[in-house]
């Protein structure tokens, strides 16, 4: 049996479509920056997409939509520490620490979160280090142009288990939205299943975002949750184990009725 190992968790793949609700605590975002930046709507936000059957939350302090302005590994700890402090003990589910600073990882695992995902593609190689210090699971992705993803996932897969690092704690990310073109996305989306790694989750992450704008007329950011259940279901049928979702109600939903026709899950 297959398995993606967090620090604290394990997720048996094959099973069941796992679903990653987003918290951006940024003013930034590109399409909720501004609603969780305080502390009280953050915490509501959080436990909102626990209550709404998520799998694993999901939180940001740097938004890295396109144009976006890099902020200090100070200034994401400014953000994220008091939210992972006022969160201890009230959830059940992982928390994932989206960064690529190593600085931000090591004092977000004081706070016992389980996975590291990382957009920049463990570009610092400290981050597999952390890796082994702290047994949490890590999402790697694709950060660059072109669909030839399993190259990349093959060659970062082999840097982390030279260091001995199991296959089982890597979940790979295609990068959706992340400098690629529109044909490039959907190419990806539609063959997602030639980028799977055997062994090694997969996780998509297309919710709102330009390549499902630009293929529906180009609807408010909020109003594209249809668009994006089409585009993780395509994903779901190719293989994914993970979506990553703004709209959390009508993934769960989405992804039950997916998995009853595509995994037997009825």
Do not use: W
């Not at 604290?8 to 501004?34: A, C, Q, R």
Request: proline share 4%; charged share 25%.
């Amino acid at each position: 049996m297959a398995i993606f190992k967090t620090k604290n968790h394990e997720f048996e793949l094959g099973k069941k479509t796992y679903i990653m609700g987003i918290l951006n605590v940024t003013p930034d975002s590109f399409s909720d920056g501004g609603d969780y930046l305080n502390i009280e709507s953050a915490i509501h936000k959080a436990l909102d997409i626990q209550n709404c059957g998520a799998d694993i939350l999901d939180i940001g302090a740097q938004s890295t939509r396109p144009g976006y302005s890099r902020i200090s590994p100070d200034e994401e700890l400014k953000r994220i520490i008091p939210i992972l402090s006022a969160l201890q003990g009230q959830l059940h589910i992982p928390i994932s620490i989206d960064t690529f600073y190593p600085e931000v990882a090591i004092e977000s695992i004081k706070y016992d979160i389980d996975i590291i995902n990382d957009v920049s593609g463990f570009r610092d190689k400290r981050m597999y280090e952390i890796m082994l210090k702290s047994d949490c699971g890590a999402i790697i992705m694709h950060n660059m142009p072109g669909t030839n993803v399993k190259a990349f996932f093959e060659e970062k897969l082999l840097e982390a288990q030279k260091l001995g690092i199991n296959v089982n704690r890597i979940c790979f990310d295609p990068g959706i939205g992340f400098s690629k073109t529109y044909e490039e996305n959907i190419h990806i989306i539609k063959h997602l299943n030639q980028s799977i790694i055997p062994g090694c989750a997969m996780l998509i992450g297309a919710s709102r975002k330009r390549v499902i704008g630009q293929s529906c007329d180009n609807p408010a950011f909020k109003e594209r949750a249809a668009g994006t259940i089409a585009a993780h279901t395509i994903a779901i049928a190719g293989g994914v184990d993970f979506i990553r979702v703004h709209d959390i109600n009508a993934s769960v939903q989405a992804a039950k009725v997916a998995d009853a026709i595509l995994r037997n899950t009825y």
